[in-house]
């Protein structure tokens, strides 16, 4: 037993040390020297501070629409809802979402409604859309707003942000500074 109990015991203090403070540590260094010193980005909208790396709730048939979460955007609640996608409970609240999506815009085929405008993202925080989700809303907005189409295409492509090097990831537009540039526009 005391040949296993020290080995043990220097194992679990190294371990300790490695794991609560040297490892913490060097992620506290990495941030530091990370864009905005790790404390994420903010952009300013006329209402206030606005968090670019944090969905937000947009429903006004006047603004781009921000992909569902299960948290309501809350993060320190970050998480999905963990519903399979054979739960009825979730169907129909898919179903809802698809029902007040085409109430809103008419002219919108079901089958061509990008599936980030319907279901929740992993973590509930997610601020990026598709371009797709973008595009099929720019009828709706332009015709609350009275802003020509072309117009609203062009700030669209504007806004799109291209895959980390050219290839990892799809396209995305992040909504908050989507819906800031649109209510900058004259």
Request: hydrophobic letters at 40%; glycine letters at 6%.
């Amino acid at each position: 037993m005391k040949t296993n109990l020290l080995p043990s015991i220097i194992l679990t203090s190294g371990l300790l040390v490695l794991l609560c403070v040297a490892y913490p540590l060097v992620m506290w260094g990495i941030a530091k020297v990370s864009p905005n010193s790790g404390e994420g980005f903010t952009v300013e909208s006329t209402n206030g501070k606005n968090y670019e790396n944090i969905g937000q709730t947009f429903t006004s048939d006047k603004y781009f629409w921000s992909r569902p979460s299960a948290v309501e955007y809350n993060a320190a609640g970050s998480g999905a809802s963990n519903k399979a996608a054979t739960n009825e409970e979730y169907l129909t609240e898919v179903q809802n979402r698809i029902d007040d999506f085409m109430v809103k815009n008419p002219e919108v085929n079901k089958q061509d409604i990008p599936v980030d405008l319907i279901t929740a993202s992993g973590s509930g925080l997610d601020p990026n859309i598709s371009v797709q989700a973008a595009k099929v809303q720019i009828a709706r907005i332009a015709k609350t707003r009275g802003i020509a189409i072309n117009r609203l295409e062009q700030l669209v492509t504007e806004q799109t942000q291209q895959p980390l090097l050219g290839i990892l990831g799809p396209q995305v537009i992040n909504v908050v500074k989507l819906n800031i540039a649109l209510d900058a526009l004259k």
